[in-house]
């Protein structure tokens, strides 16, 4: 057996998979983010390092993330230092402009967009203005359709770039941008930038309903719907379901009605979105790995979906309220539960008898009490 990197031969024991999972990724891919090498499956070449070169590409990846992260820090505080306003600044603008090719952030052309003449372009298809001609060009390539930029993991295409270069991070896993104040991390400067406002920015949108005040206007919509309204505008069109913001409408249209693939583990279908991190709580639950703890009572869960419902039992909040006689329920499953008291429906059927009972706790002690002395 040989190392694939210093090529120095050794017992099974001395060595690791370049396919082991380490650092929320696998090592071969490690290796490709701190050498830019490609490395194919059907390649002859040895499938193995030793633990000596393991502990270095480990070092090495801990340096390289530093490197990205105090680079990044420095720009952003000197972005900000600066006179110009990133209140008026939109997403695509950061992610274009404050972006390199290797999609790390970079201030040296951030001002060009103020000190130029006040020329413009204007898209004929959709009337949005641009300031700068690669950013018309780049957009025009919406309209147009073309998508040049593949990717190598999966059979994705960007019409940007930059697009491509964060996409990317999905297949890596890298989060480059890291946020000074609360450790959080993103894969685009745009995400970044809308997170540090949370910091740095006045909230000047406040609630005339209490005290609350938020950053942005759509907050505070959403706010005012969830704890003073109880407005639900959004509607889908499939199956009436009703929402308070528009992204957890387009959150259930993906999961509800979208495509869906069934998970290797228990084949039940979930939408590209949640199948993800369904299959890591597989994962998760096979090693006994539970990294959801409960703040009052320590006791530890695999979701924080799982957490948020247990925590209701903590806090006697019960957001769950039947419309026929108002009765309020801290789960949505005892709600559906309840929903059955004012129903004719009797859906649990014995299969000796044909009697019928609205719970399946019923019919079970029905069987017991009357069938089982009898088998």
């Known amino acids: 057996m040989e190392c694939r990197i210093c090529q120095n031969p050794g017992q099974t024991e001395d060595y690791v998979s370049i396919y082991n999972k380490f650092s929320n990724t696998t090592i071969i891919q490690i290796i490709i983010n701190i050498s830019s090498i490609k490395i194919l499956e059907e390649d002859l070449l040895p499938k193995v390092i030793c633990t000596q070169c393991f502990d270095k590409i480990n070092l090495f990846n801990e340096f390289r993330k530093l490197i990205i992260q105090t680079d990044e820090s420095l720009k952003f505080a000197l972005y900000n230092e600066n006179i110009c306003s990133l209140a008026n600044i939109d997403e695509d603008t950061i992610d274009s402009t404050l972006t390199d090719q290797s999609g790390n952030l970079s201030v040296k052309n951030s001002h060009k967009h103020l000190s130029k003449s006040r020329k413009t372009y204007e898209c004929k298809e959709c009337n949005k203005l641009f300031k700068k001609s690669e950013n018309y060009k780049t957009h025009m ?19 940007r770039s930059y697009t491509l ?27 970044f930038y809308v997170h540090k406002k949370i910091h740095i920015s006045d909230k000047k949108y406040k609630c005339k309903g209490c005290e609350e005040s938020f ?3 759509e907050s505070l919509e959403i706010h005012q719907r969830k704890v003073h309204t109880g407005e639900r505008p ?11 913001s528009k992204a957890s409408l387009i959150t259930h249209q993906l999961d509800i009605h979208g495509e869906k693939k069934p998970c290797p583990h228990c084949k039940k279908l979930y939408s590209l979105r949640v199948l993800k991190s ?41 957001p769950f309220s039947c419309e026929i006689c108002q009765q309020r329920f801290n789960q949505k499953s005892a709600l559906k539960t309840h929903m059955k008291v004012h129903s004719e429906i009797m859906p649990f059927l014995c299969d000796f008898c044909h009697k019928t009972f ?5 019919l079970k002690s029905h069987v017991t009490s009357h069938h089982d002395k009898n088998q």
Do not use: M, V, W
């Open 141 to 159: 390539t919406i309209h147009s359709g073309e998508k040049k930029y593949a990717c190598e993991y999966c059979p994705k295409r960007f019409s």
């Open 278 to 318: 369904h299959i890591q709580r597989h994962e998760e639950q096979n090693l006994g790995i539970k990294r959801f703890p409960c703040q009052q009572c320590g006791k530890k869960f695999t979701s924080s979906s799982s957490r948020k419902k247990h925590f209701l039992i903590h806090t006697g909040e019960k």
């Open 215 to 217: 950053i942005q206007l």
């Open 234 to 244: 959004f509607l889908c069109e499939i199956c009436s379901s009703d929402f308070r």
């Open 165 to 191: 270069i964060y996409h990317r991070r999905i297949h890596t896993k890298e989060k480059p941008y890291k946020c000074d104040t609360c450790s959080k991390t993103f894969r685009s400067p745009s995400n």
């Open 358 to 362: 609205k719970y399946k706790h019923h």
